[in-house]
């Protein structure tokens, strides 16, 4: 069936370094591929998403890469923040009718200050 | 704009019991699906709608979970009877075809 992994599971980094979270998915038909931010007891939200006609996108100081070739993709967030800290769970759909919302497993991120 | 709206917040039974949990999505969304989140996590899909029908459940256990979505519009999903490992965050979640997947602030149910 359909798999998301993603890596790592827990990242550090220090105010101001950038931080990278890498994810792999299994159904070539996939087309869609959100970011989602949970905070601590909170509801996960979207933060970006790329869809498979673009191989790249930007908001300010989050991007997103895909490559659809190796089936991977991955986040960038640049010049952290403490209020970046939180799980960053990596999404696919399914493609075809059902579009099915499969996430990976998240990456605890802790930005020291 | 309203949110996804879930209840209850937070549900304790003891094993063997059952429970219920309501979800009313955003006005207009056609899809709405149901995640299970154990602790420390990413969230699986349970059961996704496309209005008032089925398009996935390959993930629920069917011996014991139930959902149903009547009219297209509000859904509720069912554990009867609840085990001890059925302790998670259910989040409900709905989207406009095949776009961002907003989500209710989810039901924390304990099973002791």
């Known amino acids: 069936g359909e798999n998301v992994e993603q890596h790592p599971s827990t990242l550090s980094v220090q105010e101001g370094d950038s931080a990278v979270i890498k994810c792999t998915y299994s159904d070539s038909a996939s087309n869609y591929f959100p970011w989602y931010k949970q905070e601590l007891g909170k509801r996960p939200q979207l933060i970006i998403d790329?869809?498979?006609?673009?191989g790249e996108k930007k908001d300010q100081r989050i991007a997103v890469t895909l490559n659809k070739t190796a089936k991977h993709f991955s986040l960038h967030i640049t010049e952290t923040q403490p209020e970046d800290s939180a799980v960053y769970f990596c999404?696919?759909?399914?493609?075809?009718?059902?579009?099915?919302?499969?996430f990976g497993t998240g990456t605890l991120l802790a930005v020291q200050p | 704009e309203a949110g996804v709206a879930q209840s209850p917040r937070y549900k304790i039974i003891e094993k063997r019991q059952s429970v219920a949990f309501w979800c009313n999505p955003i006005s207009g969304h056609a899809t709405l699906y149901w995640y299970q989140q154990i602790l420390g996590q990413g969230p699986k899909l349970l059961i996704q709608f496309q209005n008032n029908g089925v398009v996935d459940d390959s993930q629920l256990p069917k011996d014991r979970f139930s959902a149903e979505r009547l009219k297209g519009v509000d859904s509720t999903l069912k554990i009867q009877p609840a085990k001890l490992e059925d302790s998670a965050v259910y989040l409900c979640?709905?989207?406009?075809?095949?776009?961002?997947?907003?989500f209710g602030q989810g039901t924390r149910l304990t099973v002791v």
């Open positions: 979640a709905s989207s406009i075809g095949q776009g961002e997947a907003f």
């Open positions: 999404a696919a759909n399914s493609g075809g009718a059902t579009n099915k919302l499969i």
């Open positions: 790329i869809r498979s006609n673009v």
